[in-house]
């Protein structure tokens, strides 16, 4: 964790700089990135080749902003604040976290936000190329479909989504809405077909591969996926063990608890992923219990 601690500093000019832009307000920031862990880019295996990419553990690799303010900020306020962000070239969008009853603004990456964060001496960011929606599927769907890449992230003006290629547990669910889409579009909009055609096609590629294993590996398959996507998000539980100073039970407990939240989103209404979600996180982390 030394080089993300080193982005402290940085992040503190990040927040003066936002700061100029609300004067009168006490603006707050987060740095959203992705960390590089070990068994990301140091494993034998690193299938899409990460380690010859420049990835190394231990670094964070950015890919937004948050912004929030001390002040209690109404609805109609945080609306301005994001129409702001967006009249000074951001990409804002305005985020409510319900449990917590807080509002909070997103900027997602962008030709400005990549100066801005440049500028500050945040240079670890994620790799972007300005193309539309039908050039960016034709370019990447066969490396989806090939394994090659493990996906990659649209960002539109108001939203941001991720296509996983066929290592990705594409549910009934999915490939249905996908269908389904294309069927309206066939009389609605027919020159828009191609891109949803070739989601289409990666998840059934993804499909294909996946009943290529017995049930009990499918089973097994879905939740190592989802398990490895969830402990990317967090640090390592030896990092949060060396490091904290309350019992190591809490710091345990609290890690599984967190580990389970971010599994259950890729649930996907599976009945036998929720069964045996418990008894899988306990067999993995079983040297710390």
């Known amino acids: 964790m030394v080089n993300v601690h080193k ?10 700089r936002f700061t100029d832009l609300f004067p009168f307000l006490t603006v707050e920031c987060i ?17 899409y080749g990460y380690a010859a990419k420049g990835y190394s553990a ?24 994001k129409k702001h962000l967006q009249n000074q070239g951001y990409v804002a969008l305005l985020e409510v976290d319900q449990q917590a009853s ?11 936000l990549r100066q801005l964060l440049t500028d500050v001496g945040i240079t670890n960011i994620v790799e972007q190329t300005p193309m539309s929606l039908e050039a960016a599927v034709e370019k990447y769907k066969e490396k989806l479909i090939k394994n090659q890449i493990e996906g990659i992230i649209l960002v539109f003006n108001n939203s941001i989504y991720k296509w996983k290629g066929i290592e990705e547990s594409y549910p009934d669910m999915f490939v249905e809405q996908i269908s389904d889409l294309l069927q309206v579009l066939r009389f ?21 591969a996946s009943s290529k294993k017995r049930p009990e590996n499918k ?20 990092e949060e063990l060396e490091q904290s100073k309350e019992p190591r039970i809490s710091v345990i407990n609290r890690y599984i608890l967190n ?15 929720a069964a045996e979600l418990d008894s899988f996180i306990k067999s993995k982390l079983q040297k710390y219990l």
């Not at 982005?7 to 003066?16: C, F, G, R």
């Not at 609605?188 to 294909?208: G, H, W």
């Not at 580990?259 to 992923?273: G, L």
């Open 7 to 16: 982005l402290v500093p940085k992040l503190q000019t990040l927040e003066s």
């Open 31 to 47: 740095l959203y990135g992705e960390l590089i862990q070990k068994g990301t880019a140091t494993s034998k295996e690193d299938k």
């Open 58 to 81: 231990g670094d964070l690799y950015a890919f937004g902003v948050g912004i929030t303010f001390d002040d209690d900020l109404d609805a109609e306020q945080m609306l301005i604040a």
């Open 102 to 112: 807080l509002q909070y603004l997103v900027l997602l990456m962008n030709p400005k």
């Open 188 to 208: 609605t909009n027919p020159d828009k077909l191609n891109p949803i055609q070739c989601f289409l096609e990666v998840s059934q590629a993804a499909r294909q």
């Open 219 to 238: 089973s097994r398959a879905h939740l190592e996926n989802a398990f490895n996507s969830a402990i990317s998000k967090w640090p390592r539980l030896e």
């Open 259 to 273: 580990i389970k939240k971010e599994m259950i989103r890729d649930a996907n209404k599976d009945k036998k992923f």
